[in-house]
């Protein structure tokens, strides 16, 4: 399942993001991929040292947080710290697909789901399309400022080359109560059709009846 979700961050948070970052200093992203995405990943990625990263990283994390959307349809349990990366003209990631655990002894996250949220404005840069590859297809991703993507971490993905501008997002991963993507899918569904249901007929049997199924399959598939 892939969603995109807007105004994950407000007007005043992108703000404060774009701001910050102008004055970062920024890394190789080489540095922090794998040993065969490393061959491909040309990026820059926000320094650990920056005076201001933890500040940030709360920021983003809060705003994924506080969405509903996100939090529902992933049922997150854990989450990697925000990462903050910068294609300048020429940069681009090559197919890659994302690392299956990330952390170490203590700190663990099994990255089931990968979330990119968009900084800059999709005017200010070409190039710099998120193609994700869902069932043999290829699907292109420029969102709004402020909007995030959610999508399998399992998945084959890669980013185009930047022709124009600075392409800034902040990345996370997440591990979620349900690592199945199959049952996530079935889950969000039962959860859109409780609420639908629940506008037209209020709290009636049918409602009742799909919030029992609703709870007893998370109840079913749950790892915590």
Known sequence: MILCVP??????ELGVLRSELRDASFTDG??????????VKKNLQASDDNPHQERLRDMVRSAFMRNGMLQTALLPSASTLPLFN??????????HVDAPVM????????????ITL???????????????DSGGMEYAFKLDAGAAIAYPANS???????????????????????????RRELLWDLENAKR?????????????????SHANLLRMWADV
């Open 7 to 12: 105004n994950v961050l407000t007007a005043d």
């Open 30 to 39: 080489a540095r922090t991929a794998g040993w065969s995405a490393r061959e």
């Open 86 to 95: 910068r294609y300048d003209i020429g940069m681009q990631y090559g197919q």
């Open 103 to 114: 952390g170490g002894m203590g700190n663990a996250v099994r990255t089931d789901v990968a």
């Open 118 to 132: 968009f900084i800059s404005e999709p005017t200010s840069y070409d190039g710099g399309e998120l193609m994700i």
């Open 156 to 182: 084959l993905h890669h980013v185009t080359p930047v022709t124009r501008g600075s392409r800034q997002a902040a990345i996370i991963w997440v591990q979620s109560l349900v690592r199945d993507p199959a």
């Open 196 to 212: 639908q249901l629940f506008g037209r007929e209020g709290k009636s049997v049918t409602f009742d009846t799909v919030s029992r």
